[in-house]
């Protein structure tokens, strides 16, 4: 079995000030080989602020040296928002390009790139 690291940052920004009540965090996320040349990411996200925001999300590849193999931006609730003060569970994937495999990958980074109301 295969250990990558996993770095996760967190954006904190509601349309308020933001308070450790209100913001959007990344709760817990897991990576696994996918089909092919995929990288699987499994997580769930945390919606502290008062109302319901939409979430925008990335997900990136890097090999042992920090170089980016692939990367992708998702909607985890796609056209919807997610609900205030809910959580909401997310599975997406990265594709590699077909000369790179799952053993390459060094860190997989998931990140909160924005939050709208």
């Known amino acids: 079995m295969k250990t990558i690291l996993l770095s996760v940052v ?20 897991s990576q696994s080989k996918g089909i092919g040349n995929q ?11 008062p109302v319901a925001v939409q979430v925008k999300m990335r997900v990136t590849a890097r090999d042992g040296n920090g170089v980016v193999m692939a990367t992708t931006i998702f909607y985890p ?10 959580t909401y569970p997310f599975d997406y994937f990265v594709c590699l390009k077909p000369d790179q495999n799952y053993e390459q990958v060094g860190k997989v980074e998931v990140t909160i790139d924005e939050v709208t109301e």
């Open 10 to 29: 967190m954006l904190s920004v509601c349309g308020w000030t933001v308070t450790a009540a209100d913001q959007v965090e990344i709760l817990y996320v």
């Open 77 to 86: 609730a796609s056209t919807r928002r997610i609900a205030a003060h809910a």
């Open 39 to 49: 990288v699987d990411v499994v997580g769930e996200i945390s919606n502290g602020c």
